[in-house]
């Protein structure tokens, strides 16, 4: 096999040399552009800067990498695995939400509701992880690298609350559908804001409470209009990385084993983030001793009772899975049928 250097790009904004790939001379180099991560996620962009500043000596590849996030070369979210499908990139970093307006397959990874705390996550990821990976490869044709969360989305209310009933007749933010859909079965009113909007919408009484992560709520100063953390995930932000297949199955069997585990101990990193991250900003928010790296504040710590965890999966059972079932179904036939045999059989609940 000829040896020579050839430039994978990452979206994460990455460009990613391993010698060895089979048909290409040796005096040739491949480059492509990448993209990922927002540069405004700084933990994140550490991560990945760390990862792959870092890919040659963990996988014992000759690999160069060349990493941007994915704002500053201006490609949308929404773009990325049609990129990495058409072979404009070779591996792309993305937000599964984003992902899924090509496939509602994708979005069952993550249903609001279905799974209320990190483990229970882990649990459902796990289950769909080889369902989930056989799809992406049929519709994008795309190798699934990592999937993890960026955290938790939780409640911000200048309301009094004690427990999700106390939601009735409130006005609540909200961005996705199947988020609205949630709050209606609660007794509340969705709101729909974009993220800047929120701050002074919860100044002005425009909306009472509000939906984001620890970590974004905080730096986005929202514990400034509120006084009641309620830290319970309705969902939580999937992530991924996905190699187009093309140049996945043109490495050698122990390129691709080494690229394995070195990026399944990249996920395990992200993970890990997740928890330490938004750790620290439930902390911060709530005036905690082990607040770190993120604004301090006191807000009223409502902590999730088992009755609120069984309400939100009640909701996502009545009102979220049939919705999707239907759009999901009729795009693809197996699609309810597998969900129901993978995360529905873990976390004991059904589309039926």
């Not at 040399?17 to 005096?27: K, L, Q, R, T």
């Not at 609205?180 to 009484?205: D, I, N």
């Not at 005036?287 to 604004?295: H, L, P, S, T």
């Not at 059972?317 to 036939?333: N, R, S």
Request: with cysteine; charged share 20%; hydrophobic share 40%.
């Amino acid at each position: 096999m000829p040896r020579h250097l050839t430039k994978l790009a990452l979206v994460s904004a990455v460009a990613i040399g391993i010698s060895g790939v089979s048909g290409i001379a040796a005096a040739d180099t491949l480059q492509l552009r990448a993209s990922g991560l927002v540069s405004t996620h700084k933990h994140h962009i550490k991560l990945e800067r760390d990862f792959y500043g870092s890919l040659a000596k963990k996988s014992g590849l000759d690999v160069a990498v060349n990493y941007n996030p994915l704002d500053v070369v201006g490609i949308n979210m929404q773009d990325t695995l049609r990129l990495v499908k058409s072979g404009a990139f070779d591996i792309v970093e993305t937000t599964i939400g984003s992902a899924a307006r090509d496939d509602p397959f994708l979005e069952g990874i993550d249903l609001i509701g279905v799974s209320t705390t990190m483990d229970e996550l882990r649990e459902s990821i796990d289950a769909y992880r080889d369902a989930f990976s056989k799809r992406v490869a049929e519709k994008f044709n795309a190798k699934t690298l990592t999937l993890w969360p960026y955290g938790p989305q939780v409640f911000y209310c200048k309301a009094d609350i004690k427990t999700l009933s106390d939601f009735k007749g409130l006005k609540v933010r909200s961005y996705t559908p199947s988020m609205s859909a949630l709050v209606k079965y609660l007794g509340a009113t969705p709101v729909t804001l974009q993220f800047k909007e929120v701050y002074p919408a919860l100044q002005r009484g425009v909306a009472d409470c509000a939906i984001t992560s620890p970590t974004s709520g905080n730096t986005g100063k929202w514990p400034e209009v509120t006084t009641h953390f309620l830290p319970l995930g309705i969902s939580w932000s999937v992530n991924g990385h996905f190699m187009n297949l093309d140049k996945w199955n043109a490495l050698s069997a122990d390129q691709k084993s080494k690229l394995t585990a070195a990026f399944k101990d990249f996920e395990k990193g992200f993970w890990n983030l997740a928890k330490q991250n938004n750790g620290w900003a439930i902390a911060c928010n709530t005036g905690g001793a082990e607040c770190k790296n993120y604004n301090k504040f006191n807000m009223k710590l409502v902590s999730p009772s088992a009755a609120d965890r069984a309400t939100v999966q009640k909701a996502a059972v009545k009102e979220i899975l049939p919705k999707w079932k239907k759009t999901c179904d009729g795009v693809y036939a197996e699609c309810s049928k597998i969900w129901d045999a993978t995360i529905g059989k873990v976390r004991k609940i059904s589309t039926k």
